[in-house]
């Protein structure tokens, strides 16, 4: 059982705009910075979005991240089958002194 | 070209003990924030360890005591130290450099290829 809770998977059409949900708590999303990642599969996890709505250089403006209250939401626009991967929310939890990650969202472009 | 490369990976018996090595390039560790994260067959994300800039490190519950995290700063290569292996540490171990300077603001904006820890018997 994951600190952050993600839907499983969700899916869309090429071309359409999919979000991905991450709810957490006071102790970790409500007070701290949320990072999302993207795993292709076999492949080590890529920085999406951090501090809640930043691109590291290279990533397009079709990812993109907000966060309200204890909750955050990862948003790709234009979606592509080479955005089908697993993407991942995470960030510091106060009580837990760590990084928690969410257990992940399958994306499936159909 | 900056990047990290993990090694150390193998097959060890329950109760015995490996070291893994992050070698960063284009770099340095010592003036980054480095992090383990580690990933079950079939599995999510789950965090194993950080080692900040001044030398304080953090665990994650299912490791602290077991597993320590350490730099050499002359090889510029981060190390995990793995004792007492359970058959539930079986994963690929990544690890990675942190990119926000927020207080809470752990982000990770370079992954190694990670390495695979099989703990068996």
């Known amino acids: 059982q994951s600190v952050l809770t993600q839907p499983p998977s969700v899916s869309a059409a090429p071309g359409q705009r999919v979000t991905i949900s991450c709810s957490g708590s006071s102790s970790n999303i409500g007070n701290n910075y949320v990072s999302w990642y993207q795993q292709l599969p076999g492949t080590a996890p890529k920085l999406l979005i951090y501090?809640?709505?930043k691109r590291p250089s290279g990533i397009p403006d079709r990812f993109s991240g907000s966060k309200s209250g204890t909750s955050a939401t990862l948003g790709i626009t234009g979606l592509q089958t080479g955005d089908e991967a697993d993407y991942y929310c995470?960030?510091?939890?106060?009580?837990?002194?760590?990084?928690?990650f969410g257990g992940g969202t399958k994306l499936t472009v159909l | 070209e900056v990047q990290l490369v993990e090694s150390g990976g193998g097959l060890v018996q329950p109760g015995g003990s490996l070291r893994l090595s992050c070698a960063a390039s284009g770099f340095t560790v010592s003036t980054n924030y480095m992090t383990w994260v580690r990933q079950a067959p079939g599995k999510g994300l789950e965090w194993v360890s950080v080692l900040y800039i001044g030398g304080w490190t953090f665990y994650a519950d299912s490791v602290r005591g077991r597993f320590t995290v350490s730099r050499d700063n002359s090889k510029n290569t981060l190390y995990l130290e793995m004792n007492s292996l359970r058959a539930e540490d079986t994963a690929v171990y990544y690890c990675?450099?942190?990119?926000?300077?927020?207080?809470?603001?752990?982000?990770?904006?370079?992954w190694g290829q990670g390495t695979m820890v099989t703990v068996s018997s």
């Open positions: 990675a450099r942190g990119l926000s300077v927020e207080p809470g603001g752990d982000s990770f904006d370079i």
């Open positions: 501090d809640n709505n």
């Open positions: 995470g960030t510091w939890d106060s009580s837990l002194s760590g990084v928690v």
